[in-house]
């Protein structure tokens, strides 16, 4: 048991001290967000998103992982409510048990005093027959039949009044014990009832801990979505210091006509991409209307490690024209850099000049969500075109 409370105890300390770091964390990014004179340059931002989005993965795991043990120990406390239930039906049946042993032991005492008083009633009937000679019965008697009969008569109610009160004697003995018996068993199943409890309101609060660290969980996904969004909306100002136009739609979520809006970013989408990233729009809008087809994307996506800064050299491996003349409808693909840790991907909604196009695309100015950019200069960037 004290190992078991030792294990417990460093679990928790873990889970505070995970707790502890992510808040430290938070709070360093939130005093350079909201303290200009330590404004971060495009580089740091894109590297404080990429630390921020691996934080919130983690937050999302750890709070899954709640999430599953409080699962679990519902299902237990329902299962222990199960036996508690059971138990207290077979109290309520050895209780009812007593009751009617207790009834029938009453009816005994009754019937035992019944014959009682047949055998003291044989008893005076005897005393009175005692008192009178043997010539004098035979006297009284019509004939020795007659007095045969009635001697043969006083000898079996003596007969069958001895063995009704051993009978009933030995039946309310058996009935007794039936009774401790049952009071014995019923006395178990309160001790086992009251054992049952203790380990349900034990589970219980087990629950009320993991519940506790699923709330500040909570808290701290909050506030590192607080801070992503701060984080982007920093990316979307260098945009327009860039003179780009930035658009975005809602608050995360929809927009360009992409059908994944609202799925889990944790998932995989049909071309093995996470949900709501830039490489699941490009991949969804290159399959629908794009150069590359949803298969070879597909291949791309394998082991989901194909960032939007992969996307170039992918698409050449396959025979696909990549090169820096944008055109509508192509793929523009960030490369990876110091600014940007996972490379990017947009799609070419418009062209002025090669210095000047306009994109629409996921999870750039908007966290996991809709948007466009217009007059957006790829060599800011070092960015290909897909074709």
């Given at each position: ?9 460093k679990?928790?300390?873990?889970s ?6 992510l ?9 350079f ?10 580089q740091?931002?894109d ?6 989005n691996?934080q919130l993965?983690?937050?999302?795991s ?6 599953n043990q ?14 508690i ?7 309520n ?5 007593i ?6 032991i009453t009816?005994a005492e ?8 047949i055998m ?6 005897m005393?009175?027959?005692?008192q ?9 008697s019509?004939?020795?039949?007659e007095?045969?009969?009635?001697s043969?008569y006083?000898?079996?109610v ?13 039946l309310?003995d ?10 014995t068993?019923?006395?178990?199943s ?8 203790l380990?349900?309101q034990a ?6 801990i ?5 709330q500040?969980?909570?808290g ?19 945009s ?37 990233q ?17 298969e ?9 490690t ?12 396959h025979?696909?024209?990549v090169?820096?003349a944008?055109?509508?409808g ?10 940007l840790?996972?490379g ?10 090669d ?7 996921y999870?750039?100015?908007n966290?996991?969500?809709?948007g466009?950019?217009?007059?957006v200069?790829?060599?800011?960037y070092?960015?290909?075109?897909i074709?």
């Amino acid at each position: 048991m004290h190992f078991l409370k030792t294990e417990k105890a460093k679990k928790n300390k873990k889970s505070f001290h995970i707790i502890t770091k992510l808040q430290l964390f938070a709070i360093l990014v939130l005093f350079f967000i909201a303290n200009p004179v330590f404004a971060l340059t495009p580089q740091e931002i894109d590297q404080k998103i990429k630390e921020t989005n691996d934080q919130l993965l983690q937050i999302k795991s750890d709070k899954k992982t709640l999430g599953n043990q409080l699962a679990e120990f519902d299902n237990q406390i329902y299962q222990a409510q199960l036996q508690i239930d059971s138990t207290q039906g077979s109290i309520n049946e050895t209780s009812s048990l007593i009751e009617q042993t207790g009834q029938q032991i009453t009816k005994a005492e009754s019937d035992i005093r019944m014959q009682e008083d047949i055998m003291d009633e044989y008893l005076r009937t005897m005393y009175i027959e005692g008192q009178v000679s043997t010539i004098e019965l035979i006297a009284k008697s019509k004939n020795f039949s007659e007095f045969v009969d009635r001697s043969e008569y006083l000898g079996s109610v003596q007969e069958n009044v001895q063995e009704t009160a051993n009978k009933i004697l030995l039946l309310k003995d058996s009935l007794n014990q039936k009774k401790n018996d049952l009071e014995t068993e019923k006395a178990k199943s309160e001790q086992l009832k009251m054992s049952q409890t203790l380990q349900r309101q034990a589970i219980e609060g087990q629950r009320g801990i993991k519940d506790s660290l699923l709330q500040e969980t909570k808290g701290s996904e909050t506030n590192f979505q607080n801070i992503l969004t701060g984080l982007y909306d920093q990316r979307a100002a260098i945009s327009v210091k860039n003179k780009e136009v930035v658009s975005v739609s809602g608050s995360g979520g929809g927009g360009g006509g992409y059908p994944y809006s609202g799925s889990d970013p944790n998932g995989i989408d049909p071309w093995g991409m996470y949900y709501r990233q830039c490489t699941s729009y490009a991949a969804w809008k290159s399959s629908t209307s794009g150069p590359v087809p949803g298969e070879i994307i597909s291949d791309w996506g394998h082991g989901h490690t194909a960032n939007g800064g992969d996307w170039g050299a992918l698409a050449s491996s396959h025979g696909y024209t990549v090169n820096y003349a944008p055109t509508v409808g192509s793929i523009m693909s960030f490369p990876y850099g110091p600014g940007l840790p996972y490379g990017h991907v947009a799609i070419v909604t418009a062209v002025v000049s090669d210095e000047n196009v306009s994109v629409s695309e996921y999870n750039w100015s908007n966290p996991l969500g809709y948007g466009t950019r217009s007059n957006v200069n790829p060599k800011n960037y070092g960015a290909v075109f897909i074709h």
